[in-house]
Nanobody, 121 residues
Framework: QVQLVESGGGLVQAGGSLRLSCAAS????????MAWYRQVPGKQRELLAE???????QYADSVKGRFTISRDNAKNTVSLQMNNLKLEDTAVYYC???????????????WGQGTQVTVSS
């Protein structure tokens, strides 16, 4: 069984920074894309940043230049450094990973439990 466990959310003032981390554990053969999403009540989950196993990165326009995604393939972790946080960044943040448990099986999508980020004025 594979699990994604997130950490690092919390309350921060506008203009401040937070770092989210997510660790994958369990039976893991390979991890393809890893990503961070966020969701506010009543809205669809939004893709913020994605990083492939080869290190290719894409960002949503809403966070480009402020957020930085990184991954450690040896530790099966993905992180999101969030700088210059704005009120509208308040949301529940989720990590995502496409993970294969063995060579013969395709990747499946896994999600973290979500961590609250609240930006105050």
């Amino acid at each position: 069984q594979v699990q994604l466990v997130e950490s690092g959310g919390g309350l921060v003032q506008a203009g401040g920074s937070l770092r989210l981390s997510c660790a994958a554990s369990g039976t893991i053969f390979s991890i393809n894309a890893m990503a961070w999403y966020r969701q506010v009540p009543g809205k669809q989950r939004e893709l913020l940043a994605e990083i492939t196993s080869g290190g290719n990165i894409q960002y949503a326009d809403s966070v480009k230049g402020r957020f930085t995604i990184s991954r450690d393939n040896a530790k099966n972790t993905v992180s999101l450094q969030m700088n210059n946080l704005k009120l509208e960044d308040t949301a529940v943040y989720y990590c995502y990973a496409a993970i294969s448990s063995n060579r013969a099986r395709p990747s499946y999508q896994y999600w973290g439990q979500g961590t609250q980020v609240t930006v105050s004025s």
